[in-house]
C-alpha cells in the first residue's frame, strides 16, 4: 500500500502515533548523545560569557539576565533544527530509510507531520535541560522569574515548531554535501543575528539592523523568552512575538511539506 492510500481515520490516527512512539525510542536510546550535540554549545557560551567574563570585569553581573533567554533560544533552535534536519537529508539522501516510513499506509503529510512532532518534543527536552543548569552556573540572577512558567511553555512549544518546520524545510532542500554550508550560511547568521546575545531593543543604535532582523525567527524565540523569564528587560511584546511564531510556522509548514513531497513522490 502506498503513502498516499486512504485509510479510516482511527487507523491513520493509530499509525501516526506508532510513527511517533518509534521516534520516542530512539531519541531514549540516544538521549545522552542527543543532549550533548544540542546543549554543548549554549552551555559554552552560558560559561564563558554568563560565569567567566562577568567574574572577570569584562562584562557586568546584570548581562546574564540578558542573556539566559537567548541560550535558552538557540538551544531550541539547533535541538529543534537538527532533530530534522540532518536525519531528512541522510534518508532521502545517503540510507533510503525514508521510504520504510512512506510504505505505511498513512498518508505522506502525516509522515512529515510525525517527524516535526517528534523534532519539537526534542527541542523542549533540550530547552528544560539546559535551564536549571544554566541556572546554576550563571548563579543570581537579576530580575529572573518562573512565575510565568505557562508562557514560557508556550513560548517553548512555538518556538520549537517555527524550527521544526524550518528544519523540516532544510532537510528537504539541501543535498548530503551541502550540510556543512547549510550550517555556515543558514545556522552561523540566524545565532549571531538573532538577538541570542543582545536584546532587541539595543539595536536602536544601528536603526537598519534593528529592522533587518526582524526576518530572523530566531529573533522571535529570544525576545518571547526574555518576556516571559525576565519581564523587568526590554522585550518586544508578547503578542507581537506570539504572532510572529505562528506566522512562520504555517510559512515553514507549507514550504516543507511541499518540498517534502515533492521529494517523497520524486
Not at 540572577?141 to 517553548?156: D, N, P, R, Y
Request: net charge positive.
Amino acid at each position: 500500500m502506498t503513502a498516499g492510500a486512504a485509510a479510516p481515520r482511527q487507523d491513520t490516527l493509530a499509525i501516526f502515533g506508532a510513527l511517533l512512539r518509534r521516534d520516542a525510542r530512539v531519541v531514549r536510546r540516544e538521549l545522552p548523545f542527543f543532549l550533548l550535540r544540542t546543549t554543548l554549545q549554549p552551555l559554552l557560551v552560558v560559561f564563558v560569557f554568563g560565569f567567566l567574563l562577568p567574574r572577570m570585569g569584562f562584562v557586568r553581573g546584570g548581562y546574564a539576565g540578558a542573556l539566559l533567554p537567548g541560550v535558552l533560544a538557540i538551544s531550541i533552535t539547533l535541538s529543534s533544527v537538527m532533530a530534522i534536519a540532518f536525519p531528512m537529508i541522510v534518508e532521502f539522501g545517503v540510507t533510503g530509510e525514508i521510504e520504510d516510513r512512506l510504505l505505511a499506509p498513512i498518508g505522506t503529510r502525516w509522515v512529515a507531520a510525525a517527524k516535526v512532532v517528534g523534532a519539537v518534543v526534542q527541542g523542549m527536552l533540550a530547552a528544560f535541560f539546559l535551564l536549571p543548569i544554566a541556572r546554576l552556573i550563571m548563579g543570581p540572577i537579576e530580575g529572573l522569574t518562573v512565575a510565568h512558567f505557562g508562557i514560557v511553555l508556550l513560548l517553548t512549544v512555538l518556538g520549537a515548531a517555527a524550527f521544526s518546520t524550518f528544519g523540516l524545510w532544510l532537510g528537504t532542500t539541501v543535498n548530503p554535501q551541502q550540510i556543512g554550508t547549510m550550517f555556515g550560511v543558514f545556522i552561523t547568521p540566524l545565532i549571531f543575528f538573532g538577538c541570542t546575545y543582545y536584546p532587541w531593543q539595543g539595536l536602536s543604535v544601528v536603526p537598519v539592523m534593528k529592522y533587518l532582523v526582524l526576518l530572523n525567527p530566531l529573533v522571535y524565540v529570544s525576545e518571547g523568552m526574555r518576556a516571559a523569564i525576565t519581564p523587568d528587560l526590554p522585550h518586544m511584546p508578547i503578542g507581537a512575538v506570539i504572532a510572529a511564531l505562528l506566522t512562520i510556522t504555517a510559512i515553514f509548514w507549507t514550504l516543507g511539506m511541499r518540498s517534502f513531497r515533492r521529494r517523497a513522490l520524486g
